[in-house]
């Protein structure tokens, strides 16, 4: 019993169990707003207990500001040290308001004394992933399931990491049984349905899906029906759109650093010394970026723009290309529809590493011509079947992405009225460690 002689004329007696009780009534019935009312009066009339703060935390966390939920659960952490979960729950709150140095640091100290806890490994492992150390985050994660191996939260961001890595399939192999087992939760289905996309199985896809959508609320059942929407209007023909905005979008923070870093990419560089063999002294040109990323290409071909344009699909990859202040313009959207509005608008196209998700390029041909100025050139990469006589002019590999015949890329551009300025093979990235055989070319619009 507390007495807080603040309230009114005479003091006024509190039962702390009562409180809590009532605390504790509301945050488990999913009245964190009631439990935190009833919380906050427990801190005025004792503010030395720290269960009082941690609980007013936890109820801070379901409703309030992350940082609120940070202050509360320090305050818990002071008046008792030794508390390790209250610390452990502290680490997270301080990762949810973006203090996510501080946040690795507790962790990684939290793990220090208590390797064998599930919670602590995953979130160290959201840290190390927002820190863009992916390859030790997909690691944290391994760890975590293996302690839990029926956790909802480690399952569902072990699989985003597998995924990121482009290992879909080892993803749907955790989804499945946790789809089972969370029958009416949308996000384990909605992160199936994404991996069944990435394994170009339409038909399953939809299916998770559709299922997350019926159980769904807000902008999670939007953004899986404007999914679902892309799918049934034919957007799968190749690698679906929406599946490759929301890759990239969720790749974008560490596109630059794993990209260039751990995979070789050269792609950019590539096709700047072919466009300087194929268009000797050209200058001030009209140049779209098709697919632009987060701008790789746009700094390596600025020199030669006189207005420099980008494309991509991806909202946050658009967004880190303008941080570079390179470009002239830059839009969301797919790269046929970006060449058709603008009829002979262009002097160079470039698409660097864009072509492995289209299979059938004729559409990006055609529209290519279009797009170009007579004269104009076309200069991009694909990765390169090995056996020319292979049946299928295209294959997709089982990276997902989509390996070209030299000699179908040939017939391809001679059909839609290029001439072939430059051709050859190139190595435009690694994959394990290994070169990815791809070839490079460069054609151009003929002047009539």
Not at 113 to 139: F, I, K, M, P, T
Not at 266 to 274: F, Q, V
Request: proline residues 5%; negative net charge.
């Amino acid at each position: 019993m507390s007495a807080d002689p603040s309230f009114g004329d005479e003091p006024q007696i509190y039962n702390l169990d009562q409180m809590f009780r009532d605390g504790y009534d509301r945050l488990y019935a999913g009245d964190h707003a009631g439990a935190g009312l009833a919380f906050r009066t427990t801190v005025i009339v004792d503010p030395a207990n720290g269960e009082a703060w941690s609980a007013l935390a936890e109820a801070e966390g379901g409703h309030g500001p992350a940082g609120q939920a940070a202050a509360c659960f320090r305050r818990a952490v002071t008046l008792e040290p030794g508390n390790w979960g209250w610390r452990s729950m502290l680490a997270d709150a301080l990762r949810q308001c973006g203090k996510i140095d501080a946040a690795h640091a507790l962790f990684h100290s939290l793990a220090a004394e208590r390797s064998d806890s599930a919670q602590v490994r995953l979130g160290l492992g959201r840290c190390l992933a927002e820190l863009g150390r992916s390859d030790e985050a997909l690691e944290e994660f391994r760890e975590a399931v293996a302690l839990r191996p029926n956790d909802r939260d480690a399952v569902l961001a072990l699989a985003d990491a597998l995924t990121a890595s482009g290992d879909a399939l080892a993803a749907v192999e955790l989804l499945q049984p946790l789809a089972r087992r969370y029958e009416g939760d949308p996000a384990v289905h909605h992160a199936l349905g994404r991996n069944w996309l990435v394994l170009r199985e339409p038909v399953k896809a939809l299916a998770a899906l559709r299922h997350a959508r019926d159980r769904a609320e807000g902008e999670e059942a939007a953004a899986i029906e404007r999914s679902i929407a892309a799918l049934e209007a034919g957007e799968g023909a190749d690698l679906s759109a929406a599946y490759v905005r929301a890759l990239f979008d969720r790749y974008a923070d560490r596109f630059d650093q794993d990209l260039v870093g751990k995979l070789g990419y050269a792609a950019p560089d590539l096709l700047r010394s072919a466009v300087d063999r194929a268009m000797p002294g050209a200058a001030a040109l009209r140049i779209l970026d098709l697919g632009c990323g987060t701008g790789l290409a746009g700094v390596t071909f600025k020199p030669l723009a006189a207005h420099l344009a980008g494309v991509d699909l991806s909202p946050r990859m658009v967004e880190k290309a303008r941080q570079r202040m390179l470009y002239d313009e830059l839009s969301v959207g797919d790269v046929v529809e970006a060449m058709e509005r603008t009829p002979g608008g262009w002097d160079l196209l470039v698409a660097a590493d864009v072509l492995v998700y289209i299979g059938d390029l004729a559409a990006v041909f055609a529209a290519a011509a279009r797009a170009l100025a007579p004269g104009g050139s076309f200069a991009a990469t694909v990765e390169r079947l090995a056996d020319e006589a292979a049946v299928d002019p295209f294959v997709l590999g089982a990276t997902r992405r989509y390996a070209h015949a030299e000699g179908y890329v040939r017939e391809t551009a001679r059909m839609a009225g290029f001439t072939i300025r430059l051709m050859e093979p190139c190595t435009p990235r690694r994959e394990k460690g290994v070169p990815v055989p791809g070839l490079l070319f460069v054609v151009e619009r003929a002047v009539p």
